[in-house]
Nanobody, 122 residues
Framework: QVQLVESGGGLVQPGGSLRLSCAASRNIFSIKTMGWYRQAPGKERELVAIISSDSSTSYADSVKGRFTISRDNAKNTVALQMNSLKPEDTAVYYC????????????????WGQGTQVTVSS
């Protein structure tokens, strides 16, 4: 069973910073791609940033230059450093994993964490 657990959300003022973390369950041997998505009220879930096992990254245009994604392949963790936060960054942020190897078997399913709320407001 694959589980992703996020932490680090909260309330921050515009211009502030937050760091989100996500840890995958210990039974996972490796993960091809990890990432962060977000969903604001009344909107569809959207990609924020993804990082592959070779550390190549991709960002949504709206967060480029402000957010940084990183991962630890040995621990199967991923983090999102968010700087210069704006009110429009307010959303539930979800950790994602794709291409998971467990007990020698590769699963191409999309796995999601439970989500963590980020609110940017003065």
């Amino acid at each position: 069973q694959v589980q992703l657990v996020e932490s680090g959300g909260g309330l921050v003022q515009p211009g502030g910073s937050l760091r989100l973390s996500c840890a995958a369950s210990r039974n996972i041997f490796s993960i091809k791609t990890m990432g962060w998505y977000r969903q604001a009220p009344g909107k569809e879930r959207e990609l924020v940033a993804i990082i592959s096992s070779d550390s190549s990254t991709s960002y949504a245009d709206s967060v480029k230059g402000r957010f940084t994604i990183s991962r630890d392949n040995a621990k199967n963790t991923v983090a999102l450093q968010m700087n210069s936060l704006k009110p429009e960054d307010t959303a539930v942020y979800y950790c994602n994993a794709l291409g998971v190897v467990v007990a020698g078997v590769r699963y191409e399913n999309n796995y999601w964490g439970q989500g963590t709320q980020v609110t940017v407001s003065s």
